[in-house]
Every structure is written in C-alpha cells, then in structure tokens.
C-alpha cells in the first residue's frame, strides 16, 4: 500500500497510465469490433482482419510498414461512421467488453494513488469513444485520448485531428501539469511500450509495466521499475466493497484524433512487444 498522503499544501501530483496493455490487457479499440460488426459499422472480413490485428497486438511482430499500411486501412474503414452510434455501441457493451481483461495490480494502484490524494489521468493512443467511458468506469479524474475529425453530418471524415502518441503525450502530461498545478517531480507514469518514453521521462516517478523490449531495456538502464501484471479481474469481483469514486471524466488535452488512429499505433507498438515478460510486481 502507499505509506505516503499528499501534504496538501504542496503542489498537487497525479498518476498518468496508459491504458492498453498497461491498465488493460487488450487493445482498447480492437476490442470492440464485434460490437461495431453487430451494429453494421464492419463487415465479417473486417471483424477476421481486427481480430488478427489483436493477435498480432498480444505476441507482437508487427514492423512500422506494416502498421503505415493498416493504420490507413482502418482510418478508411471508419469514414463514414455515425459518432453517436458508436458512442452508443460502446456504452452498450462496455462493461461485458471492458470490465474482465481490467488488470487488478492496475486497479489497485489507481486507488491507492486517489486514497494518497493524487489526481488519476488515462492518457491513451485509443481513440476518445473508447477511452473516455472506461476513464470514467476506472473513476479516472482526466482522459486524454485520440480524436478524429466529425463532419456536419456527425460522422467521421476519416481524418485525424490531433493523435495522442509519442511525445505527444509528454506535452500532454506538461500541459496539464501547468493548467492543474502538478508538481512533475513527484508525480508518476506507468505504461508498457518504449514509445511512451518521453511521458515517463517527464515525471519523477516512472514505471514500466509489462515492457516490449525496447522498453525493459530503456528501464533497466534507467533504473526505471519495472511492474508485471497479469490478473485479469472484474472489477466487482476483486473485493465485495470494491466501489471506484464517482470521479468526471474529462477531456484533459486538446482534441485528439480518432478510434482507428489507436490500432495504427497499436500496430507500431505491437512489433516490439515480446511474450517474455520479468519482473515483479513492486508496492510502494
């Protein structure tokens, strides 16, 4: 458990995790295809090509060509979709999707960081459709999240506005900082893929969970943490009392980009994510 609570007249902190593979144990927006199948958005090859994809995303494999190359195909694919629908798609099937592949070490962490009263910020590649309401189910204070652009008509133009990847993130994490007062010094990161260094390396607290290569290296050599968890659990299910705080989700960063955006990036990161995984699981 934290042995600390924030002395409250320092500056405030918080705890940024990135959400797939590092808070859940699946791609977030792939997840859902299915859903976005039944509800007529895609087709049954579409579903058989996500489905791969979602492979591909658990034992990696995938190199940077190849996610260029999907990363168009699903921004393609997604053209056209009614926003409202599948907002409405998600909220539908969100708890049945979402709810068992939540990693309990996450869920841990993420209520141990508000009980030592640190804000909770999901900073995600996946796109705001999807992340903002597992943000909320999570009690999360703040989302940042990639968004696409919507049309007139209220559906996707298939272009992306603002894509939440890379550095991206750190200047999320820095533009929040200066807007909700946070101390970076003292706040803390935690995600599974190297390309998430620059948001680890803006806070004085940094994890890796569950690492691709790339990044159990940068960690090792930084004497970063490294975390793995592996218990999948529904949220109910962890404790009989277990009740996440009725937090807002926000929008903590311009708008950003969109679902298929997140696969592409998935893609790219999955092409150094490697099945062996070391480490413990560490408390502080």
Known sequence: MLGLVENHSLPRTAAFFDLDKTVIAKSSTLTFSKS????????????????????????????HDQMERMRQYLSALCKG???????????????????????????SLIEEHHAAGRDVVIVSTSGAEVVEPIGEMLGADRV???????GDDGCFTGEVEYYAYGPTKAEAVRELAESEGYDLSRCYAYSDSATDVP??????????????????????A???????????????????????????????????????????????????????????????
């Open 36 to 63: 976005f199948y039944q509800g007529g958005l895609i087709n049954r090859r579409a579903v058989l090509r996500t489905a791969y994809i979602q492979f591909v995303f658990l034992v990696g494999g995938a190199d």
């Open 81 to 107: 979709w009614n926003v409202a629908q599948v907002k409405e798609l998600v909220a539908e099937t969100l708890h049945d999707l979402i709810d068992p592949i939540i990693y309990d070490e996450a869920a």
């Open 144 to 150: 940042v999240a990639t968004r696409m652009v919507v």
């Open 199 to 220: 948001m680890l390396e803006a806070v004085g607290n940094p994890y890796a969970v569950n690492p691709d290569r790339a990044l159990r290296r940068e960690a090792s």
């Open 222 to 284: 930084r004497d970063w943490p490294i975390l793995v968890f592996n218990r999948p659990v529904r949220l109910k299910q962890r404790l009989p009392e277990f009740k996440m705080p009725p937090r807002p989700t926000l929008m903590a960063a311009a708008a950003v980009g969109a679902a298929v955006a997140t696969a592409g990036l998935v893609w790219y990161a999955s092409r150094r994510r490697q099945t062996n995984r070391a480490g413990r699981f560490v408390q502080f």
